[in-house]
C-alpha cells in the first residue's frame, strides 16, 4: 500500500542523474545536465569546489533558522550564519544561474536534490559536539526547518524556469544505518541508538505531505526500507542496483504494482572498463533479469523505470560524466525498444 501525495511525472523511456558532477564549472555542468537529458534533467552539484558545495554543506544550507558551519570534525551547528553559509548561499545561486541559462523555454520535468532528515541528523554535530542524530527535539528541527527551506528553494526553481515541474530528490544513504543502531557517535567509539521506524516514517511523510512536488529518495546503500518509504509516500525509490539481492524481489514487486517509479542505478558512477561502455544498452540487463523474476509486464518498464548512474559523479572526469549520462539514455530507451 502506498500513499503517494503527487505521482512521477508521466515518462518514458527516461534517464537522469543522481546529482553530483565533476569539476567546479557551474555552466559546464548545467549544459551537460541539460544537453544530456531531455525528460529528466537535473541540478547539478559540484562538491570539488569545497565545504558548503558538498552534499552536507549544500542541504545544511538550504535550513531556514539552523545554521552550520565546518569544524575539524565535519559540520556542526552554529549559533549564527558565518561564511561556511554565505558560501553554500552563493554556490547555490551560482547554479541556479547556470541552468536557468540553459534551460531557457524548457516545459518539463526538472529534478533537484537535497540531503533527507534523517542523513542530515547523523551527519551534523550539535554545538556541544555529539551527532544532531542523538537527540530527538534536534531531529525534529531539522525536519522542519528543511522543509520550510525546501519549499522557498522550490519556488526558486519554480520563478527561474517557469515551465519546470519540479521533483525533488531527496538523498538519505545513512538511511539504512540509522534505523539498524549503525550511526557512529561523534567520538567514534560507540553508536547511537536505532531510531524507531515509525519515528522515521512519520518524519518522512511530514516533509513530503508538506511540499507540492513528487518527491523520490535515493539511498546507495545496502538494505534501503523499500516498504517504509512507500507508506512515507514517495513517488519514487532511486537505488544502486548492484546492491540489490532477490530478499527486495517482493518489496519491488509490490512497489512497481503500487506505481511507485524506480530509478535503476546500473551505469558505472566512475571511469571503468565496464561492459557497459562498450555495450551501453547492456547496463539494463539486470533490470530486465528482475523484471522476469517478478513477472511484471515488460511494456511496463519504459515506464516504471528510469536510468541512471549508480551514485553521483562528482568522483568520474568531465568526460566520463557526460559518457554515463549519455549511457543512462541509451539503456533507458532500450527498455522501451527492447523490453524483453
Not at 569546489?49 to 565535519?74: C, H, K, N, T
Not at 547554479?95 to 542523513?119: H, I, M
Not at 513528487?214 to 542496483?241: E, T
Request: with cysteine; hydrophobic share 40%; glycine share 10%.
Amino acid at each position: 500500500m502506498t500513499s503517494q501525495q503527487h505521482p512521477f511525472p508521466a515518462l518514458h523511456g527516461a534517464a537522469t542523474g543522481v546529482g553530483s558532477m565533476p569539476g567546479t564549472d557551474a555552466r559546464e555542468a548545467a549544459r551537460t545536465s541539460t544537453g544530456a537529458l531531455e525528460q529528466l534533467p537535473f541540478l547539478p552539484e559540484l562538491p570539488a569546489r569545497g565545504p558548503g558545495a558538498d552534499m552536507i554543506g549544500r542541504s545544511a544550507g538550504l535550513l531556514v533558522e539552523l545554521f552550520a558551519e565546518v569544524q575539524p570534525s565535519g559540520w556542526r551547528f552554529a549559533d549564527r550564519p558565518g561564511r561556511d553559509t554565505r558560501r553554500a548561499h552563493s554556490w547555490l545561486g551560482e547554479d541556479l544561474d547556470a541552468l536557468e541559462e540553459f534551460t531557457q523555454g524548457y516545459q518539463g520535468a526538472l529534478k533537484v536534490q537535497a540531503v533527507g532528515p534523517w542523513t542530515l541528523a547523523a551527519s551534523v554535530e550539535l554545538r556541544h559536539g555529539e551527532k544532531a542524530l542523538a537527540d530527538p527535539g534536534a531531529c525534529r528541527d531539522i525536519a522542519g526547518s528543511l522543509a520550510e527551506g525546501l519549499r522557498r528553494h522550490l519556488a526558486e526553481l519554480r520563478k527561474r524556469v517557469p515551465g519546470a515541474q519540479p521533483v525533488l530528490q531527496l538523498d538519505e544513504p545513512s538511511l539504512p544505518a540509522v534505523l539498524a543502531g549503525n550511526v557512529k557517535t561523534a567520538s567514534g567509539f560507540q553508536r547511537l541508538r536505532a531510531v524507531d521506524r515509525q519515528v522515521a516514517e512519520e518524519a518522512l511523510r511530514e516533509l513530503i505531505r508538506s511540499l507540492d512536488v513528487p518527491v523520490l529518495v535515493h539511498s546507495c546503500a545496502p538494505g534501503v526500507p523499500i516498504p517504509l518509504l512507500r507508506r512515507a509516500g514517495v513517488a519514487g525509490i532511486s537505488l544502486d542496483f548492484g546492491l540489490l539481492t532477490e530478499r527486495e524481489d517482493d518489496d519491488l514487486g509490490e512497489a512497481v504494482e503500487g506505481g511507485t517509479v524506480l530509478l535503476a542505478g546500473v551505469v558505472p558512477a566512475v571511469d571503468a572498463a565496464s561492459s557497459a561502455s562498450s555495450d551501453p544498452a547492456g547496463s539494463v540487463t539486470v533490470v530486465r533479469r528482475l523484471w522476469r523474476r517478478l513477472g511484471l509486464d515488460p511494456e511496463l518498464l519504459g515506464r516504471r523505470v528510469l536510468v541512471t548512474p549508480t551514485c553521483g559523479l562528482a568522483g568520474a572526469s568531465p568526460a566520463y560524466a557526460r559518457q554515463a549520462l549519455s549511457q543512462a539514455v541509451t539503456g533507458a530507451r532500450s527498455l522501451v525498444d527492447n523490453p524483453e
